[in-house]
């Protein structure tokens, strides 16, 4: 264990006499906090899973917290931007507690899975001697110090800046604030996952997770691009907060006038009520989870990796579904069996694997958000969908711009299709007597295309239409069939992978950035090409047939792809 | 009996890394033959299966299937083999009926023949009704019934099972003894890897006995009695793998109370 771990695990388990008297064994807590923190450190973030596979070194990974540790300090320091806005403690910190939240829950929600609802627990500790209660904590204190290691680089910025610029005074009250504001964002999590196992059952409960995950990822994102905007829109230093009501009802308000009282020692009625909310709810809410909300959570828990729910009920009715939808488009785009079949793997695959939509569907979301973004952006004095229409030239281009930009959520679909948990599954592939794994690669492309993309394609063909009206329609078809051809070429230059078949991981190729690097670059020049000619139409037409004839080709080359330009099965097993 | 053989190994050598597993593997198994493939732990057991169904491909010396060489004509060798994977390994958001549908299809089948055999062998293993859920709900026993239907749905003249009574209940265990007893009538080569002695030693008309790499006893259970003596398989395996008593390590490990 590092210095870092080490030190947390000792703060944490400070207050030995408070947990032994909620009925928890203090020695136990330890021990498994000890290993979980360890196996922690061993698990590679994604800076070192590059480096580690682009050496082909098999080094053991320790550790692995440092890096986490610098890129939080990096979104510290761009948090004090809030310092810019407004001239008194409460709106600074209003915002920067607002996003400080945001952020942590963000980081909650795409670690709960792994850290809160770690499946392994099941196993090593329910079958073993220990109270829910210490369970519950352990949990807790887990990601509370995984937290810490995400929170106090990110506050030191901002710390820093405050003991600078008034004194360490404010700085100590900052810091405890922003422990309290953490313990908040714990209970918001930790509340909502809990109250969504209450009330529904651990079958659904891994797929509502997930889709909350996709809706918040894409939430998140489209308030960082729009509340700058807003912002803009202000008088930025004369801004205040203080005089809104209803702000008594926001959370970070409460820890901004928390500040501010105690720093201080003035504030309104209104200010000191706010205050007080922002003491006691953190302390309030955490004891609120350990009393009320943990002792039925583990049973839950359970649940949802156990066998239960498999009665046998007869589902016929049922699956008339989405395969007959696949197999229609299948028989219609497919030219043999082979094919097909690989079609109509990919396509319930991907329309059924948890892990493929929360990483993929949410880019979706980014893109409308971008693209509205930027159609409304370009016109700052009162936005009419007529003043767009005129001044169609700008609409087109971002339109342009947002067609060629989903190149990248296509290039994370192909990723993501090649990978899977249950990757060891794909020994069905090297085992049967198929000829042409290309074929099957076609076939799980041209799922992808039918599922994924045409989604997108319809999106933006119909913010299109709105924005710009019916004269783009021939330019969003050269765009979407260039896309095409853009998904051809990523997976003809990088992506020679059967679908659903490699292991997280253990993914990085050597050179595979430099190759993605590459691949944009592609998509840019075509893009900067079809933006150049774009007003005329014989142009599109001529680049359309191009395009087209690209397409044709690349596609028949796909299907030939001979098992010798796979990756030896091997290196699975 | 057939004289040629259907299964045929020379000098199989297979290394991972500075790790070599296989040190010279001989062994030519006729149509017909039940044969059971055991070894202790790390002996290379799975790492010959893997090679024989095609698995793995990096290995040295040959391998023919039928005739077929495993390395040049891997795609005909591997029309007439089944193969039933030792872990559960399979896609489970799928369920049973499109998992083997599409291992049919993998194999080329005819589709109504395809869909035809799943419904009679998955009611034969008593999962009529679980045909349309997805597999992700199954207990290991329902897994591998699926996986023992995926390694026989294309009715294959060889077929390699990897511990394939892992998870099954005491009446799909019977079951599937006779499966392969009735199998090896008709003419099929049962190719069976397991640690369970027991059921080797009832099952399988030939034993090879494999230790680190290379082979260290063949013949019938027979045979190999009258070669080690009047010993159980368990007994014979115990005496011919390990170096040191097992009964010693049992005391060994009772001492570690003390």
């Not at chain 1, 767009?388 to 711009?401: A, F």
């Amino acid at each position: 264990m590092n210095i870092f771990n080490e030190a947390l695990l000792k703060i944490v388990l400070a207050p030995k006499k408070l947990y032994a008297g909620w009925g928890i064994s203090v020695p136990q807590l330890k021990s498994i906090l000890t290993y979980k923190l360890l196996m922690d450190d061993r698990r590679p973030n994604s800076i070192q899973q590059t480096r580690q596979r682009s050496n082909n070194s098999k080094k053991e990974i320790n550790n692995s917290s440092i890096g986490t540790i610098l890129m939080s300090g990096l979104m510290g320091i761009f948090f004090l931007m809030v310092f810019r806005l407004g001239n008194d403690h409460i709106t600074h910190l209003t915002f920067y507690f607002a996003m400080f939240i945001t952020f942590l829950c963000m980081i909650l929600i795409s670690d709960f899975t792994s850290v809160l609802i770690d499946v392994r627990d099941n196993y090593i500790i329910l079958p073993k001697p220990v109270n829910d209660k210490t369970f519950v904590l352990a949990r807790l204190l887990h990601i509370f110090i995984h937290i810490c290691k995400t929170v106090l680089p990110m506050v030191l910025p901002a710390l820093i800046y405050l003991s600078i610029m008034y004194n360490g005074i404010a700085g100590i009250i900052f810091f405890v604030l922003s422990l309290f504001a953490t313990l908040f964002s714990i209970f918001l999590i930790n509340a909502v996952y809990i109250i969504i196992l209450k009330i529904t059952t651990p079958e659904k409960f891994k797929n509502i997770i997930s889709y909350i995950q996709i809706f918040f990822a894409i939430f998140i994102y489209a308030s960082y691009q729009l509340v700058p905007r807003l912002i803009g829109k202000m008088e930025l230093q004369n801004f205040e907060v203080a005089h809104s009501s209803w702000l008594i009802l926001v959370p970070s308000y409460w820890l901004a006038c928390a500040f501010n009282w105690v720093f201080t020692f003035q504030a309104t009625a209104i200010e000191m009520v706010a205050a007080i909310i922002g003491f006691v709810l953190p302390v309030a809410s955490i004891y609120v989870v350990i009393k009320y909300l943990a002792p039925s959570f583990n049973q839950k828990l359970a649940m949802i990796t156990g066998s239960e729910g498999a009665s046998p009920t007869k589902r016929k009715a049922n699956y008339q579904g989405s395969w007959n939808i696949g197999e229609s488009i299948a028989a219609k785009v497919t030219t043999n069996e082979i094919e097909k079949t690989g079609f109509l793997f990919s396509w319930n695959m991907m329309s059924r694997s948890r892990d493929f939509k929360v990483k993929v569907y949410p880019s979706i979301g980014y893109i409308i958000v971008l693209l509205v973004v930027m159609l409304l952006s370009g016109n700052t004095k009162g936005i009419s969908l007529q003043d767009l229409r005129n001044d169609s030239s700008k609409s087109v281009y971002t339109i342009i711009i947002g067609i060629y930009f989903s190149s990248i959520l296509v290039l994370t679909a192909i990723t993501q299709m090649t990978y899977s948990d249950k990757f060891k599954a794909s020994w069905m592939f090297y085992i049967t007597p198929i000829e042409k794994p290309g074929e099957i690669i076609s076939g799980s492309i041209k799922a992808l295309i039918f599922q994924f993309y045409l989604f997108i394609a319809l999106i933006l063909l119909v913010i299109a239409l709105v924005f710009v009206g019916p004269s783009i329609i021939p330019n969003i078809i050269l765009g979407i069939t260039n896309q095409v051809v853009i998904i051809y070429l990523i997976v003809t230059i990088g992506y020679k992978e059967l679908p659903f078949s490699k292991s997280l991981s253990n993914t990085q190729k050597s050179g595979m950035f430099i190759r993605t690097i590459f691949m944009l670059f592609i998509c840019l020049v075509i893009g900067v090409i079809h933006f150049y000619i774009f007003r005329n139409t014989v142009f599109i037409i001529v680049a359309f047939i191009i395009s087209v004839t690209l397409l044709f080709f690349l596609a028949n080359n796909l299907r030939k792809i001979t098992w010798k330009q796979i990756k030896l099965a091997g290196d699975n097993w | 009996m057939n004289t040629t053989p259907i299964i045929s190994i020379k000098n199989l050598y297979k290394s991972y890394g500075i790790n070599q597993v296989l040190k010279g593997i001989n062994l030519e198994v006729y149509p017909g033959q039940v044969l059971g493939y055991i070894g202790p732990n790390g002996a290379g057991k799975s790492t010959t299966v893997k090679i024989l169904c095609g698995l793995l491909t990096d290995y040295e010396g040959e391998v023919t299937i039928n005739g077929f060489d495993m390395k040049k004509e891997a795609v005909s060798a591997k029309k007439i083999i089944g193969y039933v994977p030792e872990l559960a390994e399979l896609y489970d958001v799928l369920t049973p009926f499109e998992y083997l549908q599409f291992m049919g299809a993998l194999y080329g089948m005819d589709e109504v023949l395809c869909m035809d055999r799943i419904n009679k062998m998955m009611s034969a293993f008593s999962l009529q009704d679980n045909l349309h859920q997805r597999m992700d709900t199954f207990s290991k026993g329902m897994r591998q019934k699926v996986l023992l239907a995926s390694g026989l749905l294309h009715n294959p003249d060889i077929i390699i099972l990897d511990e394939p009574l892992s998870g099954l209940d005491a009446n799909s265990v019977i079951m599937v003894k006779e499966l392969i007893s009735k199998l090896a009538k008709d003419g099929k080569t049962i190719f069976y890897c397991s640690h369970m002695m027991d059921v080797v030693e009832k099952v399988s008309d030939r034993i090879i006995l494999i230790d680190k790499g290379i082979i260290v006893a063949d013949g019938s259970f027979e045979e190999l009695k009258e070669q080690q003596g009047n010993q159980s398989l368990e007994q014979i395996f115990a005496h011919l793998t390990s170096k040191d008593s097992i009964g010693k390590a049992a005391d060994d490990l009772m001492n570690a109370f003390n």
